[in-house]
């Protein structure tokens, strides 16, 4: 038996840095599919976090949305963003805070992980219409495919040899390295954490079985499907984009307008 199993006591203790900002994302996805949903209902869950406040009027307010002028209340902002792009907004800030970090375990930088995850949401959310799914379930279940990296990383880091590499490799895919290390692979380890904060089935199941889709529940397959496809997909919408610190400059300009990478850019450029 590894001496680095993970166990639901030590995730306990990793969740406990978790953003407060998490906790709204459940309750802000299901206010969004309701039909019966007042602004007022998101604009006070929302300011549950008055830095995610903050930084949506920010953006409702940007010159990537065609404005460049202040937004001066949080109603406005989301009126001006309208429920679907203010979900996506609010998630991806929700978020970043715990998405943009350096997993040492796996030798990524806190840029190259966060555009992974962000990148995977816009091509989930893409692709959702075509095949029938909800665009807002899909951009929340490819922002966060990946967390239990971020789990894993910090379990190993704690408890292992802080040298200690993980790649994927033909021969030994990572989940496979995971599982013999930890006993959970990522994909597992996510889904124990978004049960964690109350995400529903159609956003866990996917997640949890998206490196074996064939054994997706039927109710999930067509999503898990799409996850398992979107996480190729975006090494593709990664690679074309300039790294971080020439985004802000010259560079940046050779991405195509409206693109998903100027999406990508769009949100780093809000968040700084």
């Known amino acids: 038996m590894s001496p680095l199993l993970l166990c639901p006591a030590d995730l306990e203790t990793y969740l406990r840095d978790l953003p407060v900002a998490a906790a709204v994302l459940p309750r802000l996805q299901m206010l969004l599919l309701s039909d019966g949903t007042y602004l007022d209902e998101v604009v006070e869950l929302v300011r549950f976090d008055p830095s995610l406040a903050a930084r949506v009027m920010h953006a409702a307010g940007s010159a990537y949305y065609g404005r460049a002028r202040d937004v001066t209340s949080l109603a406005e902002a989301l009126a001006l963003l309208g429920m679907r792009e203010a979900y996506r907004v609010t998630a991806a800030f929700a ?30 959310e893409h692709q959702a219409p075509s095949r029938g799914l909800d665009e807002c379930t899909a951009y929340t279940a490819g922002l966060l495919h990946a967390i239990g990296m971020v789990l894993i990383d910090r379990h190993l880091r704690t408890v292992g040899d802080p040298g200690l590499l993980l790649r994927e490799l033909p021969a030994t895919p990572l989940a496979r390295q995971e599982q013999r290390l930890i006993g959970m692979t990522q994909a597992q380890v996510a889904g124990l954490v978004l049960r964690r904060w109350s995400f529903g089935a159609e956003i866990v199941v996917p997640i949890e079985f998206q490196f074996e889709p064939a054994r997706a529940p039927v109710p999930h397959a067509a999503m898990t499907t799409l996850l398992a496809e979107a996480r190729v997909l975006t090494q593709e919408v990664v690679r074309t984009l300039p790294p971080t610190g020439a985004a802000r400059g010259g560079e940046a300009a050779a991405v195509e307008p409206g693109s998903l990478g100027a999406k990508i850019l769009a949100i780093e450029a809000w968040l700084r």
């Not at 040492?104 to 091509?123: K, T």
């Open 95 to 124: 978020m970043s805070r715990f998405l943009n970090t350096p997993l040492r375990i796996y030798g990524m930088g806190p840029a190259e992980y966060w555009r992974r995850s962000l990148a995977c949401a816009l091509v989930m």
